[in-house]
């Protein structure tokens, strides 16, 4: 980016925070999610260190967080409130770990962890035992006098308790600090009440609660539903707090609510162990939290550590992985899926979001391109959440610079130069009616090998496509003529290597009819539907010739389905290569009923069985009828459990009083 170009950057970036922070702030809506505003505050950061000549007062990065507001007395805090740098990964975890251990060699560290609860800080300052004061955090130094609105809060003691261990905290001056949350449900409830009521509704409970904080007619507060947590005590001496965990057993016996779950671990490695735990298990927390506070346990070589910018060295926060961020669309191409279908597909910056770079993200179709207004160049928001794959949320308009392309369609497939068509005017998706297009080729016969398929091992995109550039195979059916020392002329392959292919190929000549069906890649035809037409129709040859009628007869066939079907027969091509599967001996089995036995079951599979892979469980239950869940619900019948099990589905079955049986019960079942 040259300098004119970065200069244009900066000030449509701080314009675009800037109106996210007006709405979110003043109108109380969301224009984007905070995620993706991070996202771009880091990108302004970043352009304003490479162009520090650009960097404006007004700008987002140059906030002093926490003026006193008019109104509110400002009180100077008797220590700094500080706030924590944020880690990301264990590596990071490690070197700061290792900067600890270079400061304060030999000494055994122990790490304090806590839930990082998303609220406002508050400090509380009780003298003889008596709240006098609570101080909202303003900007570290001086915050603002909130004791009126923060006495009406029933998780805040008027007195500290008297316990005889800890009744030192009673006289003199001890402060209390942690955070006012307001829980996840209750922020709901407000919500809807206040769509009942036509009034504008809150951003997220965070803001609510800093919002409410900052009333200055305490009955509001009164009013609604806030919760302190305590994570700090302080003693004007603070030896005579020892270690954070200490401070928690303390705080509790003085009369405050304090994270159950928090926990002293002795390394790096049980602290990730924690994270782990905890990172899908926040959900059922009842406040938000994006990450974990990581604190040296010992109070005094937390002390000693000291201060770096506005951080204490001796804390981090472990932050998750973030599920949006913002990148540029760098192109857009079409892929031609295996069915044929044109794909619009955007090419990215590459950029980290929960967990792992995304260079490319689905655009679904043309229609969906025009909708959201994706253009070649757009900054855009994308989002991924664990395996899903990642989208594109929406363009960030506001940063354009002109120089934006609008995406065509292309009129023919890129690959072989046919003519896209849609199958039917109502159509949204393109496809390349071209069945011997080579786009479609590698992806119909890794489909065909694929587990749920032919299920071969060894012949994923990589062989396939090193096969097939080796003119060694040109479709599904050729891979069954291969020979070890065809293979050994690859460079991809070594003796065993070789034999184990063609051996994991050889054994697969007889398929199921189900399987061999799916395999085939028919449009519409899911591992379902082609368990159900093979169910009913029993051979490859009574499929081949059915009719619509006849088909779309069949529960769970609609006509959409059943026109794919004869589509497919019809083609002369088709009709070729099942000769040739036929000619080579590969052909699939004929159905045998077995009597349809979990008819309207469902059967979710945890752990690993030790008599049949996950995907041999599922067949069986599908041919016997029944249907095999990804996850436990409602309507699940039973939940097998073999060895090693996941923990949720278990506590998630037996919520729901669903049956769980071990492997020999299902072995049984299904004989
Ligand atoms: S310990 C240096 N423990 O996170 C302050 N803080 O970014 C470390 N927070 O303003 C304090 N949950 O208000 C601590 N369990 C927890 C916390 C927590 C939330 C807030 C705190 C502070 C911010 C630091």
Redesign the pocket.
């Known amino acids: 980016m040259n300098k004119a170009n970065a200069k244009d950057r900066i000030k449509k970036l701080k314009d675009l925070i800037n109106d996210y922070r007006y709405h979110y702030h003043v109108l109380n809506e969301s224009i984007m999610s905070e995620e993706a505003a991070d996202s771009l505050k880091h990108e302004l950061s970043q352009l304003e260190s490479d162009y520090p000549e650009f960097i404006t007062p007004d700008s987002p990065t140059q906030r002093v967080a926490g003026a006193v507001l008019p109104g509110f007395t400002a009180i100077e805090h008797s220590r700094r ?4 740098n944020d880690v990301f990964t264990i590596e990071e975890m490690r070197a700061w770990e290792n900067r600890i251990r270079k400061l304060e060699p030999g000494s055994s560290l122990e790490f304090f962890t ?8 508050c400090a509380l300052v009780y003298e003889d035992g008596i709240l006098r004061r609570g101080v909202t ?1 303003g900007d570290g130094f001086v915050g603002e006098d909130v004791t009126a609105n923060i006495r009406t809060m029933e998780s805040i003691p008027l007195s500290l308790r008297n316990v005889m261990k800890y009744s030192m905290f009673l006289s003199g001056y001890t402060e209390v ?1 942690g ?1 006012i949350v307001m829980y996840k449900k209750d922020f709901a409830r407000l919500n809807e009440e206040r769509g009942r009521a036509g009034l504008p509704l809150f951003a997220n409970p965070r803001n609510t609660a800093a919002g409410t904080i900052r009333q200055l007619d305490p009955s509001l507060v009164a009013n609604r539903p806030l919760h302190f ?1 305590a ?2 005590l302080l003693r004007q001496d603070i030896s005579e707090v020892p270690t954070y965990e200490y401070a928690y057993k303390a705080l509790s016996a003085l009369g405050f609510s304090t ?1 159950f779950m ?1 926990t002293v671990f002795k390394g790096i490695v049980e602290v990730m162990g924690f994270a782990n735990e905890w990172e899908e298990k926040r959900q059922t927390l009842e406040f938000n939290t994006d990450g974990l ?1 990581v ?1 040296v346990n010992d109070r005094l070589l937390y002390e000693r550590l000291g201060v770096a910018g506005k ?2 060295r001796g ?1 981090v ?1 472990y932050k998750y992985a973030a599920e949006q961020a913002t990148t540029k669309v760098k192109d857009i191409f079409i892929s031609i899926g295996r069915t044929g279908t044109a794909t619009p597909v955007a090419v990215l910056d590459p950029v980290l979001i929960a967990g792992s770079t995304v260079q490319m993200a689905t655009l679904h179709n043309e229609s969906e391109v025009k909708k959201k207004d994706i253009r070649i160049g757009d900054s855009v928001i994308v989002h991924k959440a664990g395996d899903i794959i990642p989208e594109v949320v929406e363009p960030l308009t506001k940063l354009r610079t002109g120089k934006e392309k609008v995406f065509r369609m292309p009129k023919n497939c890129p690959e072989c130069g046919t003519v896209l068509i849609k199958q039917k005017k109502a159509d949204v998706a393109w496809r390349c009616p071209n069945t011997a297009c080579p786009s479609r080729a590698w992806k119909l016969i890794e489909h065909f090998a694929s587990k749920e398929a032919l299920d071969i091992d060894g012949l994923g995109e990589k062989n396939v496509i090193a096969l097939l550039d080796a003119g060694l195979i040109t479709d599904a059916a050729d891979i069954y003529k291969l020979t070890p020392e065809q293979l050994l002329g690859l460079e991809r392959f070594a003796e065993i290597s070789a034999n184990k292919l063609v051996n994991s190929i050889q054994a697969k000549k007889s398929p199921s009819l189900a399987r061999f069906l799916y395999g085939l890649g028919i449009r519409h035809i899911g591992v379902q539907t082609a368990i159900d037409l093979a169910s009913h129709f029993r051979t490859i040859e009574a499929i081949s010739t059915a009719n619509i009628d006849q088909l779309a007869s069949i529960d769970g066939i609609g006509e959409i389905v059943a026109e794919a079907v004869v589509e497919y027969f019809a083609e002369t091509r088709h009709q070729k290569l099942l000769q040739k599967f036929k000619d080579l001996g590969v052909w699939p089995k004929k159905v045998r009923h077995t009597g349809g036995k979990f008819k309207r079951m469902n059967f979710v599979l945890t752990g690993t069985l030790s008599t049949m892979s996950r995907e041999e469980a599922a067949e069986k239950i599908r041919t016997r009828g029944g249907t095999f869940q990804s996850s436990v619900g409602r309507d699940t019948s039973y939940l097998v459990v073999g060895d090693n099990p996941g923990g949720s589905k278990i506590a998630k079955a037996s919520k729901l009083n669903t049956p769980i049986i071990e492997e020999d019960e299902f072995l049984a079942m299904l004989d």
């Open positions: 409130m500080l706030s924590l806590d839930i990082k609860m998303d609220g406002l800080a955090r600090r955070e947590r994570y700090d994270n928090a506070v604190k951080a204490p804390a926060a």
